[in-house]
């Protein structure tokens, strides 16, 4: 069953907020935050480009932005998609720490979930799996650690959802993720990140110039 029109435009309303949350967020950055609070052997890097110095750090600011913004609106994505198919949200998102998400399907199995966009692998990471998979159960509940893009593992636990098989868990059907994933590419169709990147270079180093020039 594909997305109806009504579902489709909740989620576009989502993706919508995600490259002004970002646009906002570039705009925070000062020249203060780049000069004082950053790692000085980056600016020896970069010592006689000021130029390339303030642009690594603007570049940052819109990646490390862009990634955490796009993972809150993937879990409002994911309870939307969840509610479409009759399942419901359970709690609120203060009572599902540690876990993204809690949601009980019409077949009345409850699960819990932690979504992420990679599967990290070291032991750390691991033992908190471990940890909330054993936690669920205890509770008589599902754990899902759920990936929302395909990767090249070949193999896994039973417990881990990634790309298309994520996707279909939580829509219902098996079209869910090239449905999400075109409204994802709607996104920035009209929207330039280098100019924004440049525009915001730009800005911040005329400040810095400015500050550089001797006073009279």
């Known amino acids: 069953m594909a997305l109806s029109s009504t579902i489709k435009g909740e989620?576009?309303?989502?993706?919508?907020?995600?490259i002004p949350s970002v646009i906002i967020s570039?705009?925070?950055?000062?020249?203060?935050d780049i000069l004082y609070h950053k790692n000085p052997l980056i600016r020896e890097?970069?010592?006689?480009n000021p130029k390339e110095f303030i642009s690594f750090f603007v570049m940052e600011r819109v990646e490390r932005s862009f990634v955490t913004t796009m993972?809150?609106?993937i879990e409002n994505i994911v309870e939307i998609l969840v509610?479409?198919?009759g399942g419901e949200i359970v709690g609120t998102k203060k009572d599902w720490k540690p876990y993204d998400l809690k949601f009980r399907l019409p077949?009345?199995?409850e699960y819990w979930l932690e979504i992420k966009s990679i599967l990290e692998q070291n032991n750390s990471n691991k033992?908190?799996?471990t940890t909330y998979k054993d936690n669920a159960a205890e509770h008589g509940k599902e754990f899902r650690l759920c990936i929302y893009y395909p990767t090249k593992l070949t193999s896994k636990e039973p417990h881990i959802l990634i790309g298309k098989e994520f996707w279909s868990f939580v829509g219902g059907h098996d079209n869910t993720q090239s449905e999400v994933f075109n409204l994802i590419r709607y996104t920035a169709k009209n929207f330039s990140f280098k100019d924004l990147i440049d525009s915001r270079t730009e800005l911040l180093l005329e400040e810095y110039m400015a500050a550089s020039l001797p006073s009279s």
């Not at 989620?11 to 995600?18: G, V």
């Not at 570039?26 to 203060?32: A, R």
């Open 11 to 18: 989620i576009s309303e989502y993706l919508e907020s995600l």
């Open 26 to 32: 570039l705009n925070k950055l000062t020249l203060k």
């Open 45 to 48: 890097i970069f010592y006689d």
């Open 71 to 73: 993972d809150n609106v």
């Open 83 to 85: 509610k479409s198919q």
């Open 107 to 109: 077949d009345g199995k």
């Open 127 to 129: 033992r908190s799996i």
